[in-house]
């Protein structure tokens, strides 16, 4: 029997915290998911220097169709981390090969991160209760739009709630806020529903954790008109229907 340890690294080094930095260095070892998100300086190199041990750079099939190679490692006493930007359980999750491995007699260890989940409502400053189900704009497959994220939104705003917008993630290229909003605004114009419009307020976060991040509200219509810094990006659309103090609260919002 062995321990896999899937760790939350944070937003960046400066959220870091001792005990994901106690558990990667007491581990043998390391690998770091490099596909469910990006971070302004935590990488395979910058893991290394703080960890002192080599990083193995874990891609999606990696983690998701090679996870006996892992298993091995833990079949052979190898202590093992699954080295993760942001939360390890949310959002993206690993709990497939979690249950692999407590399944074969290993125990399972979980170290929280900062989320860019829970950072995006603290830095929006709307309420946390009003929150609807989250959901992923994805870049077109062969010339073909996924429009869950039309419906989605669209259910969260009958029932009175905001929703949390993650971006593409993919080897070819990071999705940017404004790419996002103009995918939306084109499932708009295909189903007409009025979910999406030119006047509605959007937040969005750019490199959050970093020295250089931003959090802003403003309208689609000037979103779509901005120069956004570099990724990863993030993207709230709130309730029609906010509350004084959320008002309030946008207009702290640079």
Do not use: W
């Not at 892992?70 to 052979?76: A, E, M, Q, V």
């Not at 010339?143 to 989605?152: E, G, I, S």
Request: net charge neutral; glycine share 6%.
């Amino acid at each position: 029997m062995s321990d896999i340890y899937f760790v939350g690294l944070g937003l960046s080094k400066r959220f870091l915290t001792n005990a994901s930095l106690e558990v990667m260095k007491n581990s043998d070892v390391i690998y770091a998911d490099v596909y469910t998100s990006i971070s302004c300086d935590l990488n395979e190199k910058t893991l290394r220097e703080i960890t002192g041990k080599d990083i193995i750079p874990a891609s999606r099939e990696m983690l998701e169709t090679r996870e006996k190679e892992i298993y091995k490692l833990l079949d052979s006493g190898k202590r093992v981390v699954i080295a993760v930007v942001g939360d390890p359980m949310i959002a993206t999750t690993h709990v497939s090969l979690a249950t692999g491995a407590r399944a074969r007699g290993h125990r399972v260890n979980v170290i929280p991160g900062v989320s860019v989940h829970c950072y995006m409502i603290s830095r929006s400053m709307l309420s946390s209760y009003k929150f609807g189900k989250s959901v992923t704009v994805t870049f077109p497959v062969l010339d073909k739009l996924d429009y869950t994220p039309y419906r989605v939104i669209k259910s969260n705003r009958e029932q009175g709630l905001h929703t949390m917008v993650y971006l593409d993630l993919k080897e070819t290229g990071v999705m940017t806020a404004d790419l996002a909003l103009a995918y939306l605004r084109k499932m708009e114009s295909d189903i007409g529903e009025k979910v999406i419009l030119d006047d509605d307020l959007v937040v969005i976060g750019e490199r959050l954790g970093c020295q250089d991040e931003s959090v802003r509200a403003m309208k689609i219509s000037d979103a779509l008109n901005q120069k956004f810094g570099a990724p990863p990006h993030i993207i709230i659309v709130p309730s029609r229907n906010l509350y004084e103090m959320e008002i309030e609260g946008l207009k702290c919002l640079s």
